[in-house]
């Protein structure tokens, strides 16, 4: 049996009309930069996350690039991040001349350990940036203790984490920017790049209005230099359409958590250990084995999509060797960097399918 990652196909059949005709919309009045559909959307998502403001960018990696601009990250500042997560939320911070400091991970959720964020403050440090990892929300309790008491900025990688709850709270509005992206593998995916950020601040969000349009207010007057990094009308029009069925497609995503959990637990498979507190969205269902190259060649084997994130630690990248981060550093990351890996969990996998996936882990490990 071919068991897909992903199978975005599926997902588009089942509301292709709606998509057709949000697109056919917006071919039709051609407004195809800053269109009605992208303030519309960036309503939309205001409302669904509990924020006062959200503003569209091009991708969720400028979103976290113009949430850092916003916090006034700059070169030789220090923000301080996991080393567990994908190259953007580190890619961001050096594209500023800014220097990342990496903080080892909870061994249970994957997200940042808060209790080794203190030591890495010093008086450069700028801001935090928590990763919310594969869909639940990192612990922002004891991050924004930190951050208050040095007074530090906080931006949210909920790049993987749209719908995602902390202690009831959506993920984006734990701090001073919440940051997520639409590839088009996301929970919410468009069809193509495309991010937000989710503020509570109208000087903010006003100013990341600016950076996104090339630093313009108004249009050919500049007192910053910004960006071009603007949310496309038909890929808003699309997440539009895609936005009310997100929370069904999260329930069904959880369902299916629900099922690997009760399958793998009498093994030798860690699954995700999903905090009491949190609402886990389930952008990934990442499983920790001790022989996942062996693990990995039965899946290929079978047919069964899968994925490793992340098989390289942040601070053990080719372009960070200046850092002077060495193996051994941050342990944590880098055991779970050998032993994680994804299956598929998204809406539309089917019970045989599941069943399948199940039997053939099992089996293997």
Not at 151 to 170: F, P, T, W
Not at 227 to 254: C, F, G, H
Request: a negative charge; hydrophobic letters at 40%.
């Amino acid at each position: 049996m071919n068991v897909p990652f992903l199978d975005l196909k599926r997902q588009y059949s089942s509301i292709k009309d709606e998509i057709d005709q949000a697109v056919f919309n917006v071919l039709d009045h051609a407004k195809f930069i800053m269109g009605p559909e992208v303030k519309a959307f960036e309503e939309q998502v205001a409302k669904y996350c509990g924020a006062k403001f959200a503003i569209g960018v091009a991708s969720g990696t400028d979103a976290l690039l113009l949430s850092l601009r916003a916090c006034g990250v700059e070169p030789t500042d220090e923000v301080i991040t996991t080393g567990f997560s994908f190259f953007a939320t580190a890619g961001v911070i050096t594209r500023l001349g800014a220097i990342p400091v990496y903080v080892d991970i909870d061994p249970d959720t994957y997200n940042i350990d808060p209790q080794l964020i203190e030591k890495k403050i010093t008086p450069k440090t700028k801001a935090i940036m928590p990763v919310h990892l594969y869909g639940q929300c990192a612990d922002m309790d004891s991050i924004s203790e930190i951050a208050k008491k040095h007074n530090l900025k906080v931006v949210e990688d909920a790049a993987q984490a749209i719908g995602a709850k902390y202690k009831g709270k959506k993920a984006g509005t734990l701090s001073d920017f919440g940051c997520f992206s639409f590839f088009p593998s996301k929970n919410l995916g468009a069809a193509g790049d495309g991010g937000m950020v989710v503020t509570n601040d109208p000087e903010m969000a006003e100013l990341l209005r600016m950076l996104r349009v090339h630093g313009a207010k108004p249009k050919y007057y500049h007192s910053i230099v910004g960006y071009n990094s603007r949310l496309d009308t038909l890929q808003a029009a699309i997440l539009s359409v895609k936005l009310k069925y997100l929370d069904e497609w999260t329930k069904k995503r959880r369902e299916h958590a629900e099922i690997y959990n009760a399958a793998f637990k009498d093994s030798d498979i860690i699954t995700p250990k999903e905090e009491d507190f949190n609402y886990h969205i389930y952008h990934q269902y990442t499983i920790a084995v001790k022989n996942r190259d062996r693990l990995r060649e039965v899946l290929k084997e079978k047919q069964i999509g899968h994925d490793v994130y992340y098989p390289v630690p942040l601070h053990l990248q080719e372009c960070y060797k200046s850092l002077g981060y060495k193996e051994g550093d941050l342990p944590v990351i880098e055991r779970k960097g050998e032993e994680v890996i994804s299956i598929p969990i998204y809406p539309e996998l089917t019970k045989e399918e599941q069943n399948f996936v199940i039997e053939t882990i099992n089996r293997a490990v």
